[in-house]
Nanobody, 126 residues
């Protein structure tokens, strides 16, 4: 079992920054790739960023390249999403996700992830 808990969401002005954290628990929680997805009202849940188990490989959606940075600290069982230059269209519920145990490479589709957090709301005002 893997449990994921997001934190760090909130309200921020356009152009501002926010850092999301995802704390993972369970004995296998640090042995898989991780990702972030987001879902705005009336829209499909979309891929944002992913990071390999080692942290050596990352992948970003085109919409966030150059603005968002994903990182992880396996000693703390935590993955981060640093969001800079935020835009109103970034407003969504952000979800942390983990791939199955021992799946170490990055992936950008929902069906490649087995574990999901409850989500944290990010609202960017214009």
């Amino acid at each position: 079992q893997v449990q994921l808990v997001e934190s760090g969401g909130g309200l921020v002005q356009a152009g501002g920054s926010l850092r999301l954290s995802c704390a993972a628990s369970g004995r296998t929680s640090s042995s898989s790739a991780m990702g972030w997805f987001r879902q705005a009202p009336g829209k499909e849940r979309e891929f944002v960023a992913a990071i390999s188990w080692t942290g050596g490989s990352t992948l970003y959606a085109d919409s966030v390249k150059g603005r968002f940075t994903i990182s992880r600290d396996n000693a703390k069982n935590t993955v981060y999403l640093q969001m800079n230059s935020l835009k109103p269209e970034d407003t969504a519920v952000y979800y942390c996700a983990a791939r199955p145990q021992l799946r170490t490479v990055v992936a950008d589709t929902r069906d490649e992830y087995d574990y999901w957090g409850q989500g944290t709301q990010v609202t960017v005002s214009s």
